[in-house]
């Protein structure tokens, strides 16, 4: 690992390391990608000001995210089937986020589940909410949610209906898993990652199997989650959420500012300007071309997060600068995952961390609180 120094490189062991069909189901976006690959080339056009001769010691990333102390203003996304990436793979990260100092959001699709999360560590984590069509799953989850004594709720509001991934239907990622040869041999050349998993009772979605009606497999799985996406999910909905869970809320989702309006109107806590990591809707505009526009509409009413794209302290640093209070990463922590399990989340947070604070640095400030729009460099 001594020769991994960017994300970049935790993405190339992950690969070697993560069955294929696991790696690319991380490693993909809607259709053609576009917005995928927008989330992150759009940070590339974004320069900074370059200063010298400033007092750079003494230099501070600590700040808040919805008035909770974080390290430096990081969380991990939500994100699916995490314990494919690594066998019990949320507890891992959720225990490295916790060590560094940063959230972590155990999303409602994960394979370890509340209770294994709550299990494995000792402060309080975020919990993510898809609303399904059965509302007596979704009550019992925010139930488990407080029990494990979840810090934040994240609604995700842009998964409705499921964007389409090529790169999923090709692998023919399913559940119930299917045994064909192609994919026992891109388990066998993994064999790392298999004993991991033979060592593991968690391979399923935990938040689920056992606890939705008629859900005791993982092929009643496949039928219940088919049906269960509520595309009628309405803003009533949301002020629902926010009524049985009656703590910090975080509405994930949001890339439009007459969406951004309506959010800030329901009285949460933030919003996270998001296209799901490019995983939705292909031919959205990236989250950091959005985050200006939205900061500008709300940024007086509502905390404003982002995440989508960020695969550096650079790019944490730009969408700082352009409004945003806190600022998360999906993959760069799955391919940290894949690539070391705990150890790999872990350097992929602190190697973050050192770009942020070096690109603070010599953009002469020394306290990410001061940061604004004012490190940004006009354009070409
Ligand atoms: C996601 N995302 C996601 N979001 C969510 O609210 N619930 C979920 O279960 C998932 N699942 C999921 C799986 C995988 C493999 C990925 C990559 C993403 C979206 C995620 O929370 C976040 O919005 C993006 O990952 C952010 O973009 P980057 O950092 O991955 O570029």
Same mark, same amino acid.
């Given at each position: 690992?001594?020769q991994?120094?960017?994300?970049?490189?935790?993405?190339?062991?992950?690969?070697?390391?993560?069955?294929?069909?696991?790696?690319?189901?991380?490693?993909?976006?809607?259709?053609?990608?576009?917005?995928?690959?927008?989330?992150?080339?759009?940070?590339?056009?974004?320069?900074?000001?370059?200063?010298?001769?400033?007092?750079?010691?003494?230099?501070?990333?600590?700040?808040?995210?919805?008035?909770?102390?974080?390290?430096?203003?990081? @969380?991990?996304?939500?994100?699916g089937?995490?314990?494919?990436?690594?066998?019990?793979? !949320?507890?891992?990260?959720?225990?490295?986020?916790?060590?560094?100092?940063?959230?972590?959001?155990?999303?409602?699709?994960?394979?370890?589940?509340?209770?294994?999360?709550?299990?494995a560590?000792?402060?309080?984590?975020?919990?993510?909410?898809?609303?399904?069509?059965?509302?007596?799953?979704?009550?019992?989850?925010?139930?488990?949610?407080?029990?494990?004594?979840?810090?934040? #709720?994240?609604?995700t #509001?842009?998964?409705?209906? #499921?964007?389409?991934?090529?790169?999923?239907?090709?692998?023919?990622?399913?559940?119930?898993?299917?045994?064909?040869?192609?994919?026992?041999?891109?388990?066998?050349?993994?064999?790392?990652?298999?004993?991991?998993?033979?060592?593991?009772?968690?391979?399923?979605? %935990?938040?689920?199997?056992?606890?939705?009606?008629?859900?005791?497999?993982?092929?009643?799985?496949?039928?219940?989650?088919a049906?269960?996406f509520?595309?009628?999910?309405?803003?009533?909905?949301?002020?629902?959420?926010?009524?049985?869970?009656?703590?910090?809320?975080?509405?994930?989702?949001?890339?439009?500012? !007459?969406? @951004? !309006?309506?959010?800030?109107?329901?009285?949460?806590?933030?919003?996270?300007?998001?296209?799901?990591?490019?995983?939705? #809707?292909?031919? @959205?505009?990236?989250?950091?071309?959005?985050?200006?526009?939205?900061?500008?509409?709300?940024?007086?009413?509502?905390e404003?997060?982002?995440?989508?794209?960020?695969?550096?302290?650079?790019?944490?640093?730009?969408?700082?600068?352009?409004?945003?209070?806190?600022?998360?990463?999906?993959?760069?922590?799955?391919? %940290?995952?894949?690539? %070391?399990?705990?150890?790999?989340?872990?350097?992929?947070?602190?190697?973050?961390?050192?770009?942020?604070?070096?690109t603070?640095?010599?953009?002469?400030?020394?306290?990410?609180?001061?940061?604004?729009?004012?490190?940004?460099?006009?354009?070409?």
């Open positions: 690992m001594s991994i120094l960017e994300i970049r490189d935790l993405k190339a062991l992950a690969k070697r390391r993560v069955p294929k069909m696991f790696f690319d189901y991380a490693d993909s976006g809607a259709w053609t990608e576009g917005t995928y690959r927008a989330n992150e080339d759009d940070f590339h056009k974004i320069k900074l000001r370059q200063r010298v001769l400033v007092d750079m010691t003494n230099r501070s990333l600590e700040s808040t995210m919805i008035g909770q102390k974080v390290s430096m203003p990081l @969380a991990l996304s939500p994100t089937l995490t314990g494919m990436q690594h066998a019990d793979g !949320e507890m891992l990260a959720a225990k490295a986020a916790e060590d560094f100092g940063v959230p972590f959001t155990l999303s409602t699709m994960s394979i370890c589940s509340i209770e294994d999360v709550a299990s560590t000792t402060k309080p984590f975020w919990f993510q909410l898809y609303v399904m069509r059965d509302r007596d799953f979704v009550r019992n989850l925010i139930d488990r949610a407080k029990a494990a004594k979840c810090s934040a #709720l994240v609604l #509001l842009d998964l409705q209906i #499921l964007g389409q991934r090529h790169k999923d239907l090709r692998n023919g990622l399913s559940a119930p898993p299917k045994f064909t040869p192609k994919h026992i041999w891109q388990m066998a050349t993994r064999p790392l990652w298999c004993m991991q998993m033979l060592q593991t009772k968690r391979r399923s979605f %935990g938040n689920i199997v056992g606890h939705a009606k008629n859900v005791s497999d993982l092929s009643s799985l496949s039928v219940w989650t049906e269960q509520d595309p009628r999910l309405s803003w009533d909905d949301v002020a629902w959420i926010k009524e049985l869970w009656g703590g910090p809320l975080i509405l994930k989702g949001i890339l439009d500012v !007459e969406d @951004a !309006e309506m959010a800030a109107r329901t009285g949460a806590d933030a919003i996270i300007v998001s296209n799901h990591g490019g995983r939705q #809707l292909d031919g @959205a505009p990236s989250s950091i071309s959005m985050l200006p526009k939205i900061v500008d509409a709300v940024g007086d009413m509502i404003v997060h982002l995440d989508g794209g960020i695969r550096s302290g650079q790019d944490v640093l730009k969408a700082i600068a352009l409004g945003a209070k806190g600022t998360y990463i999906g993959r760069p922590f799955l391919y %940290g995952l894949g690539a %070391g399990g705990k150890a790999g989340v872990t350097l992929a947070l602190e190697i973050i961390r050192k770009e942020l604070d070096i603070m640095a010599l953009c002469g400030k020394r306290d990410i609180r001061d940061i604004s729009r004012d490190v940004i460099a006009e354009g070409l």
